[in-house]
């Protein structure tokens, strides 16, 4: 073998190595870039068809009422663990996940004056009934007012004796 061809074969060799490199380094920023890039896209609607419905009649409801409506609001926007102790952070985990339907606040002071579960029929099952008793239990001890109902039926006047007893 002459040098000219151990040059051009040792050149090859080269390139080649860089370029298995290269593809081995591309490919690891691939795979680094798909590990820590998320994929988000904007839900279609914000509330159900059943929810929008009910949001409708809620608004009407509470017209002139002096109350701001707000809704899928996350349980520990609304109430907190009562005391700083060793088991705060257990208690803050049970209610951090979980959101109630409609809060309805005063305009003044934007206080929680009544939540509103909108409860369909998944609310029968064992693991919703646990979930809502639970809920109930937090916001009873949080001196908050929760109503549910199915449907819009005689809501202004559950909203006025929750609120206004």
Known sequence: ??????????????????????????SELIKAFKKNSYHYKKREYFLTKHELGFYQRLCEATR????????????????????????????????QSKHVDFLLCDKQYVQPKLIIELDDRSHDRKDRKERDAFVDKALSQAGIPILHVRNSEGLKGKIEAAIFP
Do not use: C, G
Not at 1 to 26: Q, S
């Open 1 to 26: 073998m002459n040098l000219a061809d151990y040059l051009k074969a040792h050149t090859t060799i080269t390139v080649i190595i860089i370029i298995l490199i290269v593809l081995a380094i591309f």
């Open 64 to 95: 002139n009422k002096n109350l701001i409506i707000f809704s899928k609001v996350r349980l520990a926007d609304i109430i907190e663990p009562k005391s700083h102790n060793s088991t705060w952070q257990t208690q803050f985990n049970k209610i």
